[in-house]
């Protein structure tokens, strides 16, 4: 059928304190069919942490034979452990039609897109300010001066990054905002270039 339902990939990405994590909650609550990326490790699971939950844990010989085998969209070694995002669930999401979701930054859109870009839907989410931000930071009241100066650093970065992006939103209005997030992840399926080209056709002949 034409209007069987694609997997595809979303991006969302923002300086911490922009208030994405609040705005995906609305996308889970309205979209149903999704898988939110979960990274792997191999450092041992810890106590109120679940397997496909937190992480997917495994051992360093399945994940260094998935590095070998060329399954993993990006990976590091970090204090004798590793971590990285594996290819296998999000394909496998993929081919059941869903939308992946993932909360990354930067550096990771430029990844996925280098690898995925065909299946990729990307969204910058933003306060109007710095200035805005770093009043939100401080109200959260749940870091140091120094860790909220680190992420307004960090903030100033990534925003020089927002035209690599589909779609920018300004988190200034959360209804709105939030219902514009929604409308993206419920579009994001409907790429022209999930479809492929010879398969359509042939459908649409039919």
């Known amino acids: 059928m034409i209007n069987e339902e694609k997997g595809g990939i979303l991006i969302v990405s923002g300086p911490s304190g922009c ?4 705005l995906l909650k ?3 609550k309205n979209v149903d069919n999704y898988y939110f990326s979960i990274s792997t490790t191999t450092r041992n699971i810890r106590k109120n942490e679940s397997h496909g939950v937190d992480y997917f844990y495994i051992s360093k010989k399945e994940f260094k034979e998935d590095i070998k085998n060329g399954h ?4 590091a ?4 452990n590793y971590y990285g995002t594996s290819l296998k669930p999000i394909m496998k999401a993929l081919k059941k039609g869903k939308l992946v979701i993932f909360d990354i930054d930067v550096q990771g859109h430029e990844i996925v897109r280098k690898k995925l870009n065909h299946l990729v839907s990307s969204v910058f989410i933003t306060t109007p300010t710095l200035t805005q931000l770093e009043s939100r930071l401080k109200n959260r009241n ?5 860790v909220i100066n680190g992420r307004l650093e960090n903030a100033q970065y990534e925003i020089k990054y ?3 992006y589909d779609y920018i939103i300004i988190n200034d209005d959360f209804k709105l ?3 514009t997030l929604l409308n993206i992840a419920q579009i994001a399926r409907n790429k022209s270039t999930l479809y492929d080209k010879e398969d359509m056709l042939n459908k649409w002949s039919k």
């Not at 208030?19 to 609040?22: A, N, P, R, W």
């Not at 070694?77 to 004798?80: A, P």
């Open 19 to 22: 208030g994405k994590s609040t």
């Open 26 to 28: 609305e996308v889970y």
């Open 72 to 75: 993993f969209l990006e990976w």
């Open 77 to 80: 070694k970090v204090h004798d």
């Open 142 to 146: 749940t870091d140091t001066n120094e």
């Open 162 to 164: 927002f035209q690599k």
């Open 177 to 179: 905002a939030s219902s």
